[in-house]
């Protein structure tokens, strides 16, 4: 029912900028918070940034000043924008939220499919 579908990456040289966007489709009830974790060859899964439904924000301490998260509830989208792009943040982009269907009591965590964002040098 539920998905996350990401979109907007690509290949940027190193110093430019990209906007990721993550919609949210199906029966939703609700959404809470929503992030942005990144994942590079060979490295671990890691928070880039997160929103609440208030949207309070916390970055990784690598992106602060360079990334901006942001979100539209009536779409039921969060977005990344990223300036001043550096190599080391080339990675698969993967989209998160807690979300409520419909059909369901609780709050469950979804994840998209990922979008790769590769910075060259």
């Known amino acids: 029912q539920v998905q996350l579908v990401e979109s907007g990456g690509g290949l940027v040289q190193a110093g430019g900028s990209l906007r990721l966007s993550c919609a949210a489709s199906g029966s939703i009830f609700s959404i809470d918070a929503m992030g942005w974790y990144r994942q590079a060859p060979g490295k671990q899964r890691e928070l880039v940034a997160s929103i609440t439904s208030g949207a309070g924000t916390n970055y990784a301490d690598s992106v602060k000043g360079r990334f901006t998260i942001s979100r539209d509830n009536a779409k039921n989208t969060v977005y990344l924008q990223m300036n001043s792009l550096k190599p080391e943040d080339t990675a698969v982009y993967i989209c998160?939220?807690?979300?409520?269907?419909?059909?369901?009591?609780?709050?469950?965590?979804?994840w998209g499919q990922g979008t790769q964002v590769t910075v060259s040098s």
């Open positions: 998160n939220a807690d979300i409520r269907p419909y059909s369901h009591s609780y709050y469950y965590n979804y």
